[in-house]
């Protein structure tokens, strides 16, 4: 675990303060990384699902649209297992048992689950397929989250793919040739023409801007103490939201303070106990 | 919790994206233990609080924290009556 050099305490003057996951510099990046898990979950499984209904209840194919799952759904009971056993169609995952584990089983790498690690630019593989756990969370985020802010926006405030076009390096889709006999190119040009279906509202946009840039400092509780942990290599909330949080956060008083601490680790939360 | 540590959790009100939800039914769960749990544990009982959570929850005990005025100027981020933490541990 890496300490931050940049600890607040008492003592401290501490003019600065919070980055909430909507606000900060981060803010845009996070929406991206969503809408770009949406996008690339949908171009590798599509074949599997043919309604929005079809995972759980849950849409994989948003494209920056509006969508509002249905009332009452589970995560836990409905979206998670039809997730997992659309996912099991091309991966088999190994069991608890088998991995010693009591917690949910890994994931094999497969072609499709491999072409996501790599447009995600998720650098660890290892981290990738542990428990599962970093990729229904990006699930979460990337379909009822970003469903939620949209909403919340009035419209799709993914501004930072107006201009985006998808790539993989050749060694990347020749790894995938050789290792999975999996054509990336089919799923690339599938994702880049659906791109340009992606409407960007500008409302939307200024909207979502006003709330994450707040302009001022938000004033803690007095009292309270905050400890952080987040790991650097975040593909969902890049650590960059983490970064931001002393710019902020406004502690009342000197009984206030924030500490962060950061891991190696890759992932959302993949925060493990070693 | 008679050596004097107590843990509560709860599920919140909205399944999904439950920011709002969950600072309010946090506070809510803070308030119901020292209401009605805390006071059969004894005089002696000191309260502190610590929130922990991770990813949304992390952000729900952010909001949490800040104090609510920033809740009334901020709307869109959540709503919540004032109420105080000790402290909390989040993973962003």
Known sequence: ?274 | MHQGYAFAGSCFSKVGWAVREGVQETADLVKFFRDEIAPTLGTHCQYKTILIGQSMGALIGMYSALASTVITEYPYLCSVEKHQQIGYKASL
């Open chain 1, 1 to 274: 675990m890496l300490r931050s050099p940049g600890r607040f305490g008492i003592g401290f003057p501490i003019r600065e303060l919070i980055c909430l996951l909507l606000v900060s510099a981060g803010a845009r990046k996070t929406v991206g990384i969503a809408v770009l898990w949406n996008m690339v979950l949908d171009a590798a499984f599509k074949e599997y699902y043919s309604t929005a209904e079809a995972v759980g209840g849950w849409n994989t194919n948003l494209w920056g649209q509006f969508y509002k799952p249905r009332a009452g759904i589970s995560f836990a009971k409905d979206v998670q297992p039809a997730l997992l056993e659309m996912i099991e169609l091309g991966a088999q995952p190994s069991t608890a048992s088998e991995r010693g584990r009591e917690e949910a089983s890994d994931f094999v790498p497969t072609g499709r689950l491999e072409f996501i690690r790599l447009m995600i630019n998720h650098s660890s593989q290892e981290d990738f397929y542990r428990d599962q756990r970093s990729f229904l969370k990006a699930y979460f985020y990337s379909t009822e989250a970003i469903a939620e802010i949209q909403t919340e926006a009035g419209g799709n405030p993914a501004a930072m793919f107006a201009e985006a076009r998808f790539m993989l390096s050749i060694e990347d889709k020749e790894y995938l040739k050789r290792e999975f006999g999996l054509d990336a190119d089919p799923f690339i040009n599938y994702m880049n023409a659906k791109l340009k279906e992606v409407v960007i509202d500008d409302e939307a946009v200024a909207y979502a801007t006003k709330h994450w840039e707040i302009p001022q400092p938000l004033p803690l509780n007095n009292g309270v103490k905050i400890v952080t942990l987040h790991a650097i290599y975040d593909d969902v909330v890049p650590v960059e939201s983490e970064l931001a949080l002393p710019k902020y956060l406004q502690p009342a008083d000197r009984s206030a303070s924030l500490l962060q601490l950061y891991t190696e680790a890759h992932g959302h939360c993949g925060i493990t106990s070693e």
